[in-house]
């Protein structure tokens, strides 16, 4: 069945630095979309991605669909502390698929 | 527009008990998905139901069951608890059709002792 691999699993940055998160499908997906869940929260829902190669951004994030749409990163410049959370990608197959999603990137900022 | 309402925040039940957790969708969403989120596996897809009718289901047991009524609110029931069914179950709302985000509610903490 599909699955949705997400890396790293963990991400330790100084304030300030970048980083990015990588999710991939087994199988190609209708669309992705991204997530982030605060600490002692729910996933609140960032940004859907629907066409190959697409990239959007949000302020300091960046997000990216793979050409072959099944692949897509999350990248983040000059991190701060509000950016602490896990951050999910979840892919959609189909019109009537279920959202998978994957084992998400747990942020942690240091000052 | 009120959020996702999912009743009760907290439960404490006993293996062998059964228990029923309750979900509101944002108004006007008919799609309801629920979601188990444990510290080792994530979030883990459970089922999800549009107009009174399971469409997805995930690999949870028979004990594992679902409904949805007809004001879209949605109910979710486990029976014959274990250990390992401890875990926050979030439930989710989206417009009619797939593709579109979910909408997450704070979650039910469930604990089995």
């Known amino acids: 069945g599909q699955q949705v691999m997400q890396i790293p699993q963990y991400q330790h940055v100084q304030e300030g630095e970048d980083f990015t998160t990588y999710c991939n499908s087994s199988t190609t997906l209708s669309n992705i979309q991204w997530y982030k869940q605060r600490p002692g929260g729910h996933p609140v829902f960032l940004i859907q991605l629907v066409k190959s190669g697409e990239v959007k951004k949000q302020k300091r994030l960046t997000f990216q669909f793979g050409e072959a749409k099944k692949n897509s990163s999350l990248h983040i410049t000059a991190t701060q502390t509000t950016d602490v959370g896990t951050y999910f990608c979840a892919g959609d197959t189909d019109s009537w698929g279920k959202l998978q999603f994957g084992a998400g990137t747990q942020v942690v900022v240091t000052p | 527009k009120a959020g996702v309402t999912q009743t009760p925040r907290y439960l404490i039940k006993t293996r062998g008990q059964q228990v029923t957790l309750s979900c509101s969708p944002i108004?006007?969403?008919?799609?309801v998905s629920w979601y188990q989120q444990t510290p080792g596996q994530g979030l883990q897809f459970l089922f999800e139901y549009f107009s009174e009718t399971q469409r997805n289901k995930g690999n949870f047991p028979g004990r594992f069951s679902g409904r949805q009524f007809s004001n879209s609110r949605s109910e979710m029931n486990v029976s014959t608890l274990e250990l390992g069914d401890s875990a926050l179950y979030l439930c989710?709302?989206?417009?009619?059709?797939?593709?579109?985000?979910?909408?997450f509610g704070n979650g039910t903490r469930l604990t089995v002792t």
């Open positions: 989710a709302s989206r417009r009619d059709s797939g593709g579109s985000p979910l909408h």
């Open positions: 108004s006007g969403h008919r799609s």
